[in-house]
């Protein structure tokens, strides 16, 4: 599951947003989660989200990443590549 957590004001959440929104694009699918920080403030101090944007990455109840430094469209790739390699399958 990859959740994007933003807050709703946050201007580096708008640029990290148009990034995924473009990666959804491409495979005309809905990929992101997405969680306004803001109301979830119990759910922020158990996975121990320390900043937004973040992206958060869990398998099941476990986390198994935190990505807060969104980069570029290609450094999220990088990402799918590993938690979501489906989204690159050939058919």
């Known amino acids: ?3 994007y957590i933003y807050t709703p004001f946050c201007g ?5 947003r148009s990034m995924l929104a473009k ?7 809905d990929i992101f989660y997405e ?3 803001s109301l979830y403030p119990e759910f922020m101090q158990e996975n121990k989200i320390e900043s937004v ?5 869990k398998e099941g109840n476990e ?11 290609g450094n999220i790739y990088n990402y ?10 050939t058919h």
């Open 80 to 89: 799918l590549m590993i938690y979501k390699p489906e989204l690159f399958a």
């Open 35 to 37: 969680m306004n920080a």
């Open 53 to 57: 944007p973040c992206l958060l990455i």
């Open 1 to 3: 599951m990859l959740i």
């Open 63 to 73: 986390v198994k990443e935190k990505v807060y430094a969104f980069q570029s469209t």
């Open 23 to 29: 990666i959804e694009s491409v495979h005309g699918i």
């Open 12 to 16: 580096t959440c708008t640029v990290a």
